[in-house]
C-alpha cells in the first residue's frame, strides 16, 4: 500500500505588512538613458521609412527620398596596379625575434651550466689545464659558433 504525502500548507500573509520596495506612481522598470549630442535623423531617411510602410507608392517619388547607390566598380588594368617595391630587410619579424630571443635566453643558460659545471671542477680540486676544461670550452664555442650560424650574427661578438 502506497502512503500519501501531505505537503503543509502555504503560510498565508500576514495583515499589516508592508512591501520591501515602494514604488512611485508612473515607474518604468528600465528607461534607457538619453544619448547626448544625438543627431536627428536626415529628412530623406526619414521619408524613405514613411514610403516603404505605404501599401500605395506614389508615381512621383521626392527627390529628397531617394537612396543613395555607390557608383559602379569600373575595371581595373594592370597598368593602374602599382608593383610592390621589393626589398631585403634585415630585421626579422616578430616571430623571428621571438623565437631567436628564446634561443639567446637557451644559449646563456646553457653557458651558465658549463660555467657552474667547471666551477664544481675547481671547487674539487681539479688542476687547471685538465682535459676536461678543454672539453668544456669547446663546447661552449660549439654552441656560441651553433647559434650564430642560425641566427645570421657576426662571430666577432664572440
Known sequence: ?????????????????????VRPAGYAPYVPP????????????????RLS????????????ALAVVAPEPTAIT?????????YLSTEPGWWDSFWRDRARNKLQRALARIIQISQDHESNGVKPGDPIYHHLY??????????FDKWHLDRGHI
Open 138 to 147: 669547446g663546447k661552449a664555442l660549439e654552441l656560441c659558433h651553433w647559434h
Open 78 to 86: 594592370m597598368a593602374e596596379v602599382a608593383k610592390p617595391q621589393a
Open 1 to 21: 500500500m502506497g502512503q500519501i504525502e501531505v505537503l503543509p500548507v502555504a503560510p498565508s500573509k500576514v495583515e499589516g505588512t508592508k512591501p520591501l520596495f
Open 34 to 49: 538619453p544619448i547626448p549630442d544625438a543627431v536627428p535623423e536626415a529628412p530623406y531617411i526619414l521619408e524613405c521609412r
Open 53 to 64: 510602410r505605404l501599401s500605395d507608392k506614389p508615381k512621383l517619388v521626392p527627390e529628397t
